[in-house]
């Protein structure tokens, strides 16, 4: 497999706020899942990290419920 071949497909980190943007939320209430554990997330010390095709499937499956 080449290296440009293997960069495509990595999938990139994102923060908090870019959840937010990305599922219209504020990022008050995306803490609010993360803690009520609606929402796949990582920690990196204590920086919240989260994979975009992750949070887009837990939303796909139902997952996530208000």
Do not use: C
């Amino acid at each position: 497999m080449s290296k440009e071949y293997e960069e495509m497909n990595v999938e990139k980190w994102v923060n908090l706020e870019d959840v937010a943007v990305h599922l219209s939320l504020s990022q008050d209430t995306v803490r609010t899942w993360i803690k009520e554990g609606k929402l796949p997330f990582y920690k990196a010390g204590k920086r919240y990290k989260f994979k975009i095709s992750e949070v887009d499937e837990w939303v796909r499956t139902g997952k996530i419920k208000e």
